[in-house]
């Protein structure tokens, strides 16, 4: 069956650091658009950036262009997070995908279970 699975989250300082993983299994990965949701308390959940499939072609939201860069191997998807902000705290969620680029949940038809990432000094 299908499953996302991802790694990678923590606290960091503000300016930090930290790589996300999501590994993916029961369907070919780069037949699939793979996006990073995030979502913090009490705000809705909002789509971060997404690699489509076959090309690999990226999409970032304004919020983090320029800081985040997400990136394909395999059956692995990453999300290294630079220059990270207090805003930035949330729960990440690796998600699958039919279109591109995915910003909504609505197009979202699997999810993984999260990870915590908490930006704070």
């Known amino acids: 069956q299908v499953q996302l699975v991802e790694s990678g989250g923590g606290s960091v300082q503000p300016g930090g650091s930290l790589r996300l993983s999501c590994a993916a299994s029961g369907f070919t990965l780069d037949r699939y658009t793979i996006g990073w949701f995030r979502q913090a308390p009490g705000k809705e959940r909002e789509g971060v950036s997404c690699i489509s499939s076959s090309v690999g072609s990226t999409y970032y939201a304004d919020s983090v262009k320029g800081r985040f860069t997400m990136s394909r191997d395999k059956n692995m998807v990453y999300l290294q997070m630079n220059s990270l902000k207090p805003e930035d705290t949330g729960v990440y969620y690796c998600?699958?995908?039919?279109?591109?680029?995915?910003?909504?949940?609505?197009?979202?038809?699997?999810w993984g279970q999260g990870t915590q990432v908490t930006v704070s000094s």
């Open positions: 998600a699958r995908s039919r279109w591109y680029p995915s910003t909504s949940a609505r197009q979202i038809d699997y």
